[in-house]
């Protein structure tokens, strides 16, 4: 697993000073944010390395009382196989 860090509004993954890995999200309301980004480079993908970043904001979002909107592809597509995020997700 790689160390994931976080500043407002984003997790990421650093490799040799550079981020290879992110996923961002905005306030989207009262207690909502929205997951709008996420991007793995050629050399991480396949890892596992974006499910890492949404457990990351997932369990963020659980930490703060907040529900996460689904508006990147990766988190929709996330969102709607399984009930793994049904407690943060907004569309519930």
């Known amino acids: 697993m790689e160390t994931i860090k976080h500043e407002e509004g984003i997790f990421f993954i650093e490799k040799e000073g550079k981020r290879v890995a992110e996923i961002t999200y905005v306030p989207a309301g009262e207690k909502t ?5 996420t991007y793995v480079s050629a050399e991480l993908r396949g890892g596992g390395v974006a499910a ?38 907004a569309l519930k």
Do not use: M, W
């Not at 944010?33 to 980004?37: F, G, K, L």
């Not at 508006?71 to 709607?80: E, N």
């Open 33 to 37: 944010i929205n997951a709008n980004h």
């Open 52 to 89: 890492q970043l949404l457990d990351a904001l997932a369990d963020y979002a659980r930490e703060n009382n907040l529900k996460i909107v689904p508006s990147c592809s990766y988190v929709v597509t996330k969102f709607s196989h399984g009930t793994k995020y049904d407690d943060v997700s």
